[in-house]
């Protein structure tokens, strides 16, 4: 395994410098294309300066052709104009030509040619009208002039051909010397940390070959320990062989414990330690196992008397005498395991004493928070039954208590099942845009209604935002039962707080009353089903508003606090995201 990861970093070090080297000579073969290139641009270069400078000498051979002939007369001066004329139009595409890979320069080009048309029609107009009239100098020197003003004109154009064509040599011979000056460096520092880069390697290998022989002293060492151990180690060991699965060599303690004699374990395989109905699991087990990792596994094994024995069997691959194998060492666990069957059953014994219990106080409550509201209902109707010569006032009032109770009822079976959900997993969230200050608003009015309650309810909106995206009904089973607790815990003719605070982010609900308030050790199990304060007395509750909420509050992706202090009163504050 070592010399095969000598070969491989020796492998990995020349293929890498390899690598650098061609990467080098690309660079290098690239930059010199690049100066290259460059040079062939800087011949292109003259040869724009050229094909302007031909038109210019061209123009001013025309020009010198007409002042020869109209100062002289001579038609031979005509020749030399007429092959000006016609020659112009020719080495004024060449440039064009040539400038084909600079927008900038072919644009200045198309500037001049309608100077240049300009000037030969002047040339021809100025010889036309000498052939007509030789003495119209007055015409001929405007003629001149203008003539002037348009050369002058071309040659500032040409000069700046001339000039960009300067900058764009000097540019590109900066260029070229850059590039040659990285070139050389690339190469020389490739070299460099090519040659680095395997000395490198042959340093590594050498100190692996150093350490690989101390490690050959220091395993010969250790292979005459690990005897000792082996035969010392106070659990069963074993090794077994990996393909015929026999036991190779065994420790007294594993012939102790397990009645057979070394001989018989030597002619055994692993399969005759094992029940028969869980041979082919750990067969299957054994065949999955990699060779790298240290397994652990909890086995039955079966002694000579038959006797059957929980192990945990802690294994791990091995080379024994060239071969592969497995070394075993078997724990004996079966007085453990057995302690852990009985504290199971403990546990399950107090989880379903726990259940029993908390069923005893589910349908206590029940019947008790029924009981209340179906007394109201029925004794308030047989009043209305037997009362025919009750005034209306009467009469509404007996249905109002009818219909709080009703109510009272409703929510609870509400709570009930909201929270049965819950625990199911099956209350489904449905978000939707609601406007949070009618929604508010309407419930206090609902509960001030249902509860008749003596208390000022008093609700605060504190920002211009209203709507937000939440679960309607779960978000009035919050309120409500936050708004409910307030009011039955808080003493007549006192205030409650509602407020109401919205921003981009969150909705936060905050309540707070005046009330008993939460000692401590309650605070605990706050919102925990059925769960009530030591000190509320004679008041009527199921014990699941709050865990109704927290369950609510959750589904939202929100969070609830509470402040309390005996005597003084309680703030719930609920954060949901808006």
Same mark, same amino acid.
């Given at each position: 395994?070592?010399? #095969?990861?000598?070969?491989?970093?020796?492998?990995?070090?020349?293929?890498?410098?390899?690598?650098?080297?061609?990467?080098?000579?690309?660079?290098?073969?690239?930059?010199? %294309?690049?100066?290259?290139?460059?040079? $062939?641009?800087?011949?292109?270069?003259? &040869?724009?300066?050229?094909?302007?400078?031909?038109?210019?000498?061209?123009?001013?051979?025309?020009?010198?052709?007409?002042?020869?002939?109209?100062?002289?007369?001579?038609?031979?001066?005509?020749?030399?104009?007429?092959?000006?004329?016609?020659?112009?139009?020719?080495? #004024?595409?060449?440039?064009?030509? %040539?400038? %084909?890979?600079?927008?900038?320069?072919?644009?200045?080009?198309?500037?001049?040619?309608?100077?240049?048309?300009?000037?030969?029609?002047?040339?021809?107009?100025?010889?036309?009208?000498?052939?007509?009239?030789?003495?119209?100098?007055?015409?001929?020197?405007?003629?001149?002039?203008?003539?002037?003003?348009?050369?002058?004109?071309?040659?500032?154009?040409?000069?700046?051909? &001339?000039? /960009?064509?300067?900058?764009?040599?000097?540019?590109?011979?900066?260029?070229? !010397?850059?590039?040659?000056?990285?070139? +050389?460096?690339?190469?020389?520092?490739? #070299?460099?940390?090519? @040659?680095?880069?395997? @000395?490198?390697?042959?340093?590594?290998?050498?100190?692996?070959?150093?350490?690989?022989?101390?490690?050959?002293?220091?395993?010969?060492?250790?292979?005459?320990?690990?005897?000792?151990?082996?035969?010392?180690?106070?659990?069963?060991?074993?090794?077994?062989?990996?393909?015929?699965?026999? #036991?190779?060599?065994?420790?007294?303690?594993?012939?102790?414990?397990?009645?057979?004699?070394?001989? !018989? @374990?030597?002619?055994?395989?692993?399969?005759?330690?094992?029940?028969?109905?869980?041979?082919?699991?750990?067969?299957?087990?054994?065949?999955?196992?990699?060779? +790298?990792?240290?397994?652990?596994?909890?086995?039955?094994?079966?002694?000579?008397?038959?006797?059957?024995?929980? *192990?945990?069997?802690?294994?791990?691959?091995?080379? @024994?005498?060239?071969?592969?194998?497995?070394?075993?060492?078997?724990?004996?666990?079966?007085?453990?395991?057995?302690?852990?069957?009985?504290?199971?059953?403990?546990?399950?014994? &107090?989880?379903?004493? /726990?259940?029993?219990?908390? $069923?005893?106080?589910?349908?206590?409550?029940?019947?008790?928070?029924?009981?209340?509201?179906?007394?109201?209902?029925?004794?308030?109707?047989?009043?209305?039954?037997?009362?025919?010569?009750?005034?209306?006032?009467?009469?509404? $009032?007996?249905? =109002?208590?009818?219909?709080?109770?009703?109510?009272?009822?409703?929510?609870?079976? +509400?709570?009930?099942? +909201?929270?049965?959900?819950?625990?199911?997993?099956?209350?489904?969230?449905?978000?939707?845009?609601l406007n949070l200050e009618n929604f508010c608003y309407t419930i206090v009015e609902d509960i001030q209604f249902i509860t008749g309650s003596q208390q000022d309810i008093i609700f605060l909106h504190q920002s211009l935002e209203k709507i937000a995206c939440v679960d309607e009904k779960l978000l009035r089973s919050i309120i409500t039962n936050l708004l409910d607790n307030a009011i039955k815990y808080s003493p007549q003719n006192?205030?409650?707080?509602?407020?109401?605070?919205?921003?981009?982010?969150?909705?936060?609900?905050?309540?707070?009353? =005046?009330?008993?308030?939460?000692?401590? /050790?309650?605070?605990?199990?706050?919102?925990?089903?059925?769960?009530?304060?030591?000190?509320?007395?004679? *008041?009527?509750?199921?014990?699941?508003?709050?865990?109704?909420?927290?369950?609510?509050?959750?589904?939202?992706?929100?969070?609830?606090?509470? /402040?309390?202090?005996?005597?003084?009163?309680?703030?719930?504050?609920?954060?949901?995201?808006?």
């Open positions: 395994m070592k010399w #095969f990861l000598e070969r491989k970093i020796l492998t990995v070090g020349f293929a890498l410098a390899v690598l650098i080297l061609t990467v080098v000579n690309t660079i290098s073969y690239q930059n010199t %294309a690049k100066v290259f290139s460059r040079q $062939k641009q800087v011949e292109a270069s003259y &040869e724009v300066l050229q094909k302007v400078r031909d038109i210019l000498t061209t123009l001013r051979d025309a020009e010198r052709a007409r002042r020869g002939y109209i100062i002289t007369g001579k038609e031979s001066y005509l020749e030399t104009y007429n092959t000006a004329v016609q020659s112009i139009n020719t080495e #004024f595409n060449e440039a064009q030509n %040539a400038t %084909a890979n600079n927008q900038n320069q072919r644009r200045k080009l198309n500037l001049i040619r309608p100077l240049i048309i300009e000037r030969v029609n002047l040339i021809k107009t100025s010889i036309k009208l000498y052939k007509q009239n030789k003495s119209d100098t007055k015409t001929q020197i405007a003629l001149t002039d203008k003539g002037l003003m348009l050369h002058d004109e071309i040659w500032q154009i040409i000069t700046q051909i &001339e000039n /960009e064509e300067q900058l764009l040599l000097q540019r590109r011979r900066a260029e070229s !010397e850059q590039s040659f000056h990285f070139t +050389t460096i690339m190469t020389i520092a490739g #070299f460099c940390f090519s @040659f680095s880069l395997l @000395f490198s390697v042959y340093s590594l290998l050498q100190a692996q070959i150093n350490k690989r022989q101390q490690l050959e002293k220091v395993l010969r060492e250790s292979k005459k320990r690990y005897r000792k151990l082996f035969e010392v180690n106070p659990h069963p060991l074993w090794v077994y062989d990996l393909e015929t699965l026999k #036991f190779l060599v065994v420790n007294e303690v594993a012939v102790k414990q397990y009645g057979y004699s070394q001989a !018989e @374990f030597l002619s055994m395989t692993v399969k005759n330690i094992l029940p028969p109905e869980d041979v082919s699991s750990v067969m299957k087990r054994i065949y999955q196992l990699s060779s +790298t990792i240290k397994q652990t596994a909890i086995e039955r094994h079966k002694k000579q008397d038959g006797t059957l024995i929980d *192990v945990e069997a802690i294994s791990h691959e091995l080379i @024994f005498r060239g071969r592969r194998a497995r070394l075993v060492l078997a724990r004996d666990i079966t007085i453990e395991k057995q302690a852990r069957e009985a504290e199971e059953i403990r546990r399950n014994l &107090e989880k379903e004493l /726990e259940l029993r219990e908390l $069923k005893t106080r589910f349908f206590s409550m029940v019947s008790h928070e029924f009981r209340t509201p179906l007394s109201t209902i029925l004794i308030s109707t047989q009043v209305l039954e037997n009362s025919k010569d009750w005034s209306e006032e009467k009469k509404r $009032k007996n249905l =109002q208590r009818i219909q709080s109770s009703a109510k009272t009822m409703t929510q609870l079976l +509400t709570d009930i099942l +909201t929270l049965s959900r819950a625990e199911a997993g099956k209350l489904e969230f449905k978000p939707h845009p006192s205030k409650i707080y509602f407020t109401l605070t919205k921003d981009k982010e969150q909705a936060i609900f905050q309540i707070q009353d =005046q009330g008993i308030g939460i000692s401590q /050790e309650d605070r605990e199990q706050l919102y925990q089903a059925f769960q009530r304060g030591q000190n509320v007395g004679d *008041v009527s509750g199921t014990g699941l508003g709050l865990a109704v909420v927290k369950k609510c509050v959750e589904l939202h992706g929100g969070s609830i606090n509470v /402040e309390s202090q005996l005597g003084v009163g309680t703030t719930f504050t609920v954060s949901l995201p808006s």
